[in-house]
């Protein structure tokens, strides 16, 4: 079964770090492009970050530049985003997605796998 599993959300203080974790089984996740999205609630979904597959470029909306990184471990067959300087706004149910088209980093689109989202709260 395809699927793709998201972890490491929870509650921090803000100025605190966190790191999701997107764990991919029944494919290997360097040949697709992956996306973390994030929705808070009465928002729409936005997207914060990606990574082409194979070694390819990156991508960061520009509220989280600078504080956010993407990165894959291939041995494990999962992508990070290392959440870094966290604040309230950054609150939101996050999900990760592979596309096996690159072009989606960072054009956009339908992404061909989705996962059910951690929550992420940062408050005082």
């Known amino acids: 079964q395809l699927q793709l599993v998201e972890s490491g959300g929870g509650s921090v203080q803000p100025g605190g770090s966190l790191r999701l974790s997107c764990a991919a089984s029944g494919f290997t996740l360097d040949n697709y492009a992956i996306g973390w999205f994030r929705q808070a609630p009465g928002l729409e979904r936005e997207g914060v970050s990606c990574i082409r597959g194979r070694g390819g470029r990156t991508n960061y909306v520009d509220s989280v530049k600078g504080r956010f990184t993407i990165s894959r471990d291939n041995a494990k067959n999962t992508v990070y985003l290392q959440m870094n300087s966290l604040k309230p706004e950054d609150t939101a149910v996050y999900y990760c997605?592979?596309?096996?088209?690159?072009?989606?980093?960072?054009?956009?689109?339908?992404?061909?796998?989705w996962g059910q989202g951690t929550q992420v709260t940062v408050s005082s």
């Open positions: 997605a592979a596309g096996i088209a690159n072009y989606l980093c960072p054009a956009g689109g339908n992404y061909d796998y």
